[in-house]
T-cell receptor
Framework: KQEVTQIPAALSVPEGENLVLNCSFT??????LQWFRQDPGKGLTSLLL?????REQTSGRLNASLDKSSGRSTLYIAASQPGDSATYLC???????????FGTGTRLLVSP | EAEVAQSPRYKITEKSQAVAFWCDPI?????LYWYRQILGQGPELLVQ????????DSQLPKDRFSAERLKGVDSTLKIQPAELGDSAMYLC???????????FGPGTRLTVL
């Protein structure tokens, strides 16, 4: 059974700092990995999708990497801003179970 | 920009009552998903549709939950009767095909009293 873990559960940084969020998965048989942002009480916003054949994807200040062999993905946020404060979730599309398996998220707080 | 629509946004009901949630996916998306998210946890899949057919409802409590997507477009998720433990965020998502990028709606926050 695929399990997705995100560490740390919570992170607090000052504005302007570069930061890395970690995501690990137990089964390397994934089709892709998706990073989401969720604001309190809201739905999920897709940030980046990395196909299993790719190593990384970039969108603005965000860069996500994928290492299937080690079962790890990272989300790098450059020059963090207070507006980046949210919960960040990673999810792996499990090839065997044919569904998206989510981590429990990292709650990020960027203070001015 | 195309979005997934959900209604209602909030629902408060008493236990043993029936509730229904509606979802309209992004136009052209054949795959539709219903998730339940408990506070502090990641979403968990309840049911997945491919067009009008259910392809995965293994985690759907079928004694009280039902879902349909009659014309392969919008979908309804129903709970009858609601229980206290059903209080959660119910999220709908859609994608072009299974495994493609998923886009989520704003969710329905259900509170069962």
């Amino acid at each position: 059974k695929q399990e997705v873990t995100q560490i740390p559960a919570a992170l607090s940084v000052p504005e302007g700092e570069n930061l890395v969020l970690n995501c690990s998965f137990t089964d390397s048989a994934i089709y892709n990995l998706q990073w989401f942002r969720q604001d309190p009480g809201k739905g999920l916003t897709s940030l980046l999708l990395i196909q299993s054949s790719q190593r990384e994807q970039t969108s603005g200040r965000l860069n996500a990497s994928l290492d299937k062999s080690s079962g790890r993905s990272t989300l790098y946020i450059a020059a963090s801003q207070p507006g980046d404060s949210a919960t960040y979730l990673c999810a792996a599309w499990d090839t065997g179970f044919q569904k998206l398996v989510f981590g429990t998220g990292t709650r990020l707080l960027v203070s001015p | 920009e195309a979005e997934v629509a959900q209604s209602p946004r909030y629902k408060i009901t008493e236990k043993s009552q029936a509730v229904a949630f509606w979802c309209d996916p992004i136009s052209g998306h054949a795959t539709l998903y219903w998730y339940r998210q408990i506070l502090g946890q990641g979403p968990e899949l309840l049911v997945q549709f491919q067009d009008e057919s259910v392809v995965d409802d293994s985690q759907l409590p079928k004694d009280r939950f039902s879902a349909e997507r009659l014309k392969g477009v919008d979908s309804t998720l129903k709970i009858q009767p609601a229980e206290l433990g059903d209080s959660a965020m119910y999220l709908c998502a859609s994608s072009l095909y299974p495994g493609d990028e998923q886009f989520f709606g704003p969710g329905t926050r259900l509170t069962v009293l």
